[in-house]
Antibody, heavy 120, light 111 residues
Framework: EVQLVESGGGLVQPGGSLRLSCAAS????????MGWVRQTPGKGLEWVSR????????YYADSVKGRFTISRDNSENTLYLQMNSLRAEDTALYYC?????????????WGQGTLVTVSS | QSALTQPASVSGSPGQSITISCTGT?????????VSWYQQHPGKAPKLMIY???NRPSGVSNRFSGSKSGNTASLTISGLQAEDEADYHC???????????FGTGTKVNVL
């Protein structure tokens, strides 16, 4: 069974940093594109970032470009999101998501999410 | 980047059919057949219901169907059931610096 388990969320002050992790199991992690999607409480979803299977190419939403860094450790089956210079508008539930097979444009599995709250 | 536009809520009685629209632009929905739909129950993770506009993943009921016309994609739920009460989100691939955009989300109410 495919499982994605996020961790690392919490309360952080504006300007602070957090590192999210996503532990993957039940599939060959190193062969799939992975991404992060966030959801503001009571609102819609927002795509944040994605990384190729090998980790050599990354993409970011304009709203986080230059502040967030996505990475992965294929030996540990773990996806990361380093978040710096956090702002109040980054407050959200952050989901780790798995892309379907190569060249597809949708997520076929999501984690349960980890909550990030940016507040003084 | 602007989100795709969905109605805030759609309601229907058990057994009825409802349709949720997802309106984008010629840079996303209108230009690519890469629209997907996700169901989300309260406190749960999103679940893939439709991909590439019309395709259903294995295990998803055939009561769910997708379509597209111009810049608007649609999700139709036929034979509405109580368990279909949830939020539904569309997503499209798009040209530009941000490759994916989500819809504003629709709450489906089963009366």
């Amino acid at each position: 069974e495919v499982q994605l388990v996020e961790s690392g969320g919490g309360l952080v002050q504006p300007g602070g940093s957090l590192r999210l992790s996503c532990a993957a199991s039940g599939f060959t992690f190193s062969t799939y594109v992975m991404g992060w999607v966030r959801q503001t409480p009571g609102k819609g979803l927002e795509w944040v970032s994605r990384i190729t299977a090998s980790g050599d190419t990354t993409y970011y939403a304009d709203s986080v470009k230059g502040r967030f860094t996505i990475s992965r450790d294929n030996s540990e089956n773990t996806l990361y999101l380093q978040m710096n210079s956090l702002r109040a508008e980054d407050t959200a539930l952050y989901y780790c998501a798995k892309k379907a097979v190569a060249n597809t444009k949708y997520f076929d599995c999501w984690g349960q999410g980890t909550l990030v709250t940016v507040s003084s | 980047q602007s989100a795709l536009t969905q109605p805030a809520s759609v309601s229907g009685s058990p057994g009825q059919s409802i349709t949720i629209s997802c309106t984008g632009t010629s840079s996303d929905v209108g230009d690519y057949n890469y629209v997907s739909w996700y169901q989300q129950h309260p406190g749960k993770a999103p679940k893939l219901m439709i991909y590439d506009v019309t395709n259903r993943p294995s295990g998803v009921s055939n009561r769910f169907s997708g379509s597209k016309s111009g810049n608007t994609a649609s999700l139709t739920i036929s034979g509405l059931q109580a368990e279909d009460e949830a939020d539904y989100h569309c997503m499209s691939y798009r040209s530009g610096s941000t490759p994916y955009v989500f819809g504003t989300g629709t709450k489906v109410n089963v009366l």
